[in-house]
């Protein structure tokens, strides 16, 4: 598979941005259904509804879901830390199925963002039609017919070990003519393809020995990441009709509490401290590759070690950050690739193990997240929006 055209953005070098602040030193059980999933909906009667030509189905609420409650007066909250994947395609370096193991090792979930058409065999392509390019055009590679199978039962395992599944759109455009460029017609047209791909794999790819996936799409998925972070204004307008939850596109901002853009939670890519604090660089994968090796994915291979350790540092240093001070939640973006001899996903294993378990951490979905927001106290959300990423309060006048 080609690479991934990933994020273009550089870290902020000094006089661009504000000073670093300096670091200070439930899951429901297994077979409980989460609150947020089940209102509204009638209870599950246990039968499997098979949806459309038998492409995906309805098996009942998602298990092991973490269950969204309020905060207690005085009470800190808990350090989210959220894993999410831009591609979600298991090829054969099978990283997909070694971060969906890694995130059940450590009872952590994450969030997989679909391409569509990576369920999509290329003998089909000319059923994408992406906004302002030619039919069956794309920015990445159409998958193989391994590939799709293989991602098939991948998207059927993280659904069942409570991972999410989200969207990263189809064709993966960047720059001109890319989602940047789209009205908010185009972006819906976009998401509707993505759906079709999703919800019409069995006519399109002729399989009949693969059993649906086991969740329906138009309900589970409520949130996605544009590529290369572009188009998040028009996109928002164009996602709210669909009942989306949340958008994981904005370019970057610090290390604060979430707050809504148009009623729609924003979670964008965050600033970290980059080479002991020199910098504030964004915590995704590409942009420690843009400048490490300036953007080539096989720089030198003698400083690979020295790079690997680098991220690691940076990763650490923004989750220190906030686990130490206002506990705002910590997002990580990344690409299945093997960037520089694959440091970045080295890097990723490290800081899984480092902060999943730590006492207060939890390791969820966006979704996730989303629902936790969505059951507190407005007020109690401003005033941790007005907290430093480094500050560490006394809870009491914050969680009231």
Aim: net charge neutral; hydrophobic share 30%.
């Amino acid at each position: 598979m080609a690479s991934v055209t990933a994020t273009f953005l550089a870290l902020t070098r000094p006089g661009n941005t504000a000073p670093a602040a300096s670091a200070e030193a439930g899951r429901t059980p297994k077979g409980k259904d989460s609150a947020a999933s089940t209102a509204g909906e009638p209870a599950w009667d246990g039968k499997t509804r098979i949806i459309g030509d038998g492409s995906t189905s309805y098996t009942g609420p998602q298990k092991g879901e973490l269950k969204p409650e309020p905060l207690k007066p005085g009470e800190k909250p808990p350090q989210f830390v959220v894993f999410s994947w831009d591609g979600a395609l298991e090829g054969d370096d099978r990283l997909f199925s070694h971060y969906r193991e890694m995130a059940k090792e450590y009872d952590a979930h994450m969030t997989f963002f679909l391409t569509g058409i990576y369920l999509l065999p290329k003998s089909k392509k000319d059923l994408y039609h992406p906004p302002q390019h030619s039919v069956g055009s794309a920015a990445i590679s159409y998958p193989t017919d391994e590939h799709i199978r293989t991602t098939l039962e991948q998207l059927r395992k993280a659904y069942d070990d409570g991972n999410e599944i989200g969207t990263h759109f189809n064709g993966h455009f960047c720059g001109a003519k890319g989602g940047g460029d789209w009205s908010v017609q185009e972006w819906k047209s976009e998401i509707d393809q993505f759906y079709s791909f999703v919800e019409k794999w069995k006519t399109n790819t002729g399989y009949e020995d693969i059993a649906p996936l086991p969740f329906d799409f138009k309900k589970e998925v409520t949130g996605g990441r544009a590529p290369c972070l572009e188009g998040q204004k028009n996109l928002l307008q164009a996602i709210k009709s669909y009942g989306w939850r949340y958008d994981a596109s904005s370019p970057g901002d610090f290390q604060i509490w979430p707050t809504k853009k148009n009623g729609i939670w924003n979670f964008p890519l965050q600033m970290l401290p980059y080479e002991g604090g020199k910098y504030q660089g964004l915590s995704m994968d590409f942009n420690f590759l843009y400048n490490q090796s300036g953007g080539e994915t096989k720089g030198d291979p003698a400083k690979y070690a020295q790079w690997e350790q680098t991220t690691v540092d940076s990763y650490m240093a923004g989750f220190n950050r906030v686990y130490y001070g206002s506990r705002a939640p910590l997002f990580i973006g990344n690409h299945f690739e093997d960037w520089n001899g694959g440091i970045y996903m080295r890097a990723i294993d490290q800081v899984v193990k480092n902060v999943c378990t730590k006492k207060g951490v939890k390791c969820v979905s966006f979704k996730e997240l989303a629902d936790w927001l969505d059951v507190q106290k407005p007020g109690t959300l401003e005033r941790l929006r007005s907290l430093d990423p480094a500050q560490s309060p006394d809870w009491s006048t914050v969680v009231k």
